[in-house]
């Protein structure tokens, strides 16, 4: 417990305190917002804000998670440094992808397939190594199992050794690349995926530290429905430096925000997001915890192909939404930001308390 205190006490007082020397050094280096000219007319009073904020975040998610362990005597686990590669690895590729925005002040950075592909070499990464390191009782930090609250009975080595390794990639990419997605299109507004962030990633301390209390093995456990992950208690620490460099970050970021965390912060959060649900085993529960990134990508997926395919049998493209993703269609049905921020954490809030109270209710049934 005092570990967790400390993590979040030490990245959030580092956001808090830091974030104003690297908002002044970015602007320095002139890392300024680059906005559309098809987006919201509102938002080119944003150009030149500092962005790549995720740096700030990075840091100090990990030096919290660090000062909180080491502080408290003892050693990182295996588990945590793998959601910190994740963090770290995936906000290297956002941090290529803002630069390349910056330096040439236009909207697209990486292409499309240099930016899977940079997902997709975090991701192998993170998959292999999840697979080594097993404790004392042969548990490694990620299971070849489909997961949803727990270890379901799908076990993707059914297939084989080589075919279930390769499923396995497939399945973690998909986690990655959806979660880190999923986040980079909900930083659209000030403070949105910052407080939405906060919300889901916290719902892992919770889940960590149940699943410490629940497991197999310990004094309170329920035989029937106790927990076999490896650090649950560690992946509490992680999550909670993480929510507490974001909480920190979210007191420049709010509206008007003095700035973004850029692709470095949304894409790093939404891998450890993924890496969280990998290593608790929670990764369909992800739908819920997350749901407030399933409802502004599906936004997204649905204009798209509702519009390619009315051009396909009309000729011309019609639209669900007059912008996507969702938060902009509010904006310009005249929803002030600040109104549709706070409702869109609102449903995010409510998504990430549906899937703590399932995977409550989940244990108690055993």
């Given at each position: ?9 030490v990245s ?40 790549m ?8 998610a990990?030096?919290g998670?660090?000062v ?11 588990s ?17 992808d ?12 990486l ?69 880190s ?12 995926a ?17 699943q ?22 560690d ?28 692709d ?11 890496a969280?649900?990998?290593?608790s ?86």
């Amino acid at each position: 417990m005092r570990a967790i205190l400390l993590a979040g006490g030490v990245s959030m007082a580092f956001t808090l305190l830091a974030t104003p020397a690297f908002i002044w050094l970015f602007r320095k280096l002139k890392w300024g917002q680059f906005i559309r000219d098809d987006g919201p007319e509102s938002h080119h009073t944003k150009r030149g804000t500092p962005t790549m904020g995720g740096v700030v975040i990075i840091v100090a998610a990990v030096i919290g998670y660090f000062v909180g362990k080491l502080a408290n005597n003892e050693v990182p686990s295996a588990s945590a440094l793998l959601v910190l590669l994740m963090l770290v690895g995936l906000g290297l590729v956002g941090f290529i992808d803002d630069f390349i925005k910056t330096h040439k002040q236009r909207s697209l950075g990486l292409t499309g397939w240099a930016k899977i592909a940079g997902q997709g070499v975090v991701a192998t990464v993170f998959a292999l190594l999840a697979l080594q390191f097993p404790n004392e009782d042969g548990l490694t930090p990620a299971s070849t199992f489909i997961s949803a609250i727990r270890d379901t009975n799908i076990d993707l080595m059914m297939f084989g050794t080589i075919a279930g390794l390769a499923i396995f990639l497939i399945w973690i990419y998909i986690l990655v690349a959806a979660a880190s997605n999923g986040v980079n299109i909900a930083d659209g507004l000030d403070g949105l995926a910052t407080g939405s962030s906060i919300m889901a990633i916290g719902a892992y301390t919770v889940i960590g530290f149940w699943q410490f209390n629940q497991a197999c093995g310990s004094v309170l456990e329920n035989v029937s429905a106790c927990y076999s992950v490896r650090d649950p208690l560690d992946l509490a620490v992680v999550s909670t430096a993480i929510v507490g460099a974001l909480t920190g970050f979210l007191w420049y970021n709010t509206s008007p925000a003095q700035i973004f965390m850029g692709d470095t912060g949304s894409l790093g959060l939404g891998g450890a997001l993924a890496a969280l649900a990998i290593l608790s085993r929670t990764e369909l529960l992800l739908l819920l915890i997350g749901g407030i990134f399933v409802i502004v990508t599906g936004s997204v997926v649905i204009q798209r192909v509702f519009f390619k395919l009315t051009k396909w049998k009309t000729g011309t493209g019609r639209r669900v939404f007059l912008m996507s993703p969702l938060h902009h269609h509010f904006e310009l049905k005249g929803w002030a930001q600040v109104t549709v921020v706070v409702r869109f954490w609102i449903i995010a809030g409510l998504c990430v308390l549906s899937g703590i109270g399932l995977f409550y209710l989940e244990w108690i049934a055993g």
